[in-house]
């Protein structure tokens, strides 16, 4: 799908659910359901969340170049488990359910390796397209990414009112995937791999699975 085609799809999409759903409802001061919405019709918390995501996803062609230039493994089991169980620590100090917040950064850590692989795969086939030069995984590339874990985190706690309703939060996560690709030309390997990172966000929290109160 090219890139015109596919935003205008979305853009169909998103009005579609709007009008599907009618709980997006815009308030006097021009707010919806008590969120903040940017001009295109995103959540301004969501659309800073989705653009979040994209960031880290981008992260993970450094990450790659880093991993092949020192002929690491692209799983690192060790280093997923202690980022997991972080996030869970972080959600529930931050008030998140922590099943919320590992499952949303498990798909994250999925989707930068789909990146990894797929640029992997791409720099072997064309050697001349790889990095000549990549930053320290260690002490560069890394701490990027933990900067980025606190503020993911309060947005997917921010956002929760809008991802409560699965039709409000498709239609709102839409809007904000629309407005970030248009900003950043993504390519089909990242425009893949953002599909599956964005999969939890509209996905019932363990709360509301549960019916305790708040859900």
Do not use: N, Y
């Not at 998103?14 to 001009?39: F, K, P, T």
């Not at 653009?51 to 799983?75: F, H, M, N, S, T």
């Not at 320290?136 to 309060?154: M, N």
């Amino acid at each position: 799908m090219t890139g015109s085609v596919r935003s205008a799809s979305l853009a169909v999409a998103v009005m579609s659910a709007v009008l599907l759903h009618g709980d997006v409802q815009a308030s006097a001061d021009g707010s919806r359901g008590g969120v903040g919405w940017s001009a295109i019709g995103a959540p301004a918390g969501m659309d800073e969340l989705v653009g979040l995501v994209v960031r880290r996803l981008l992260l993970a062609d450094e990450v790659a170049a880093a991993k092949l230039a020192d002929g690491r493994p692209i799983d690192d089991p060790a280093r997923e488990r202690r980022l997991l169980d972080a996030v869970a620590a972080e959600s529930a100090r931050a008030g998140l359910p922590p099943e919320d917040g590992v499952r949303f950064f498990r798909a994250q850590i999925e989707a930068g390796k789909r990146v990894q692989r797929g640029l992997h795969a791409r720099w072997r086939a064309h050697p001349e397209l790889r990095p000549r030069r990549h930053a320290d995984l260690a002490t560069e590339i890394r701490p990027r990414l933990d900067r980025l874990t606190p503020r993911l985190l309060r947005l997917l706690k921010e956002t929760a009112p809008v991802r409560a309703s699965v039709g409000r939060c498709w239609a709102a996560s839409a809007a904000a995937r629309l407005d970030v690709e248009a900003r950043t030309g993504l390519d089909r390997l990242h425009r893949d791999a953002l599909d599956a990172a964005l999969v939890p966000l509209c996905a019932r929290s363990g709360r509301a699975r549960q019916g305790m109160p708040g859900s």
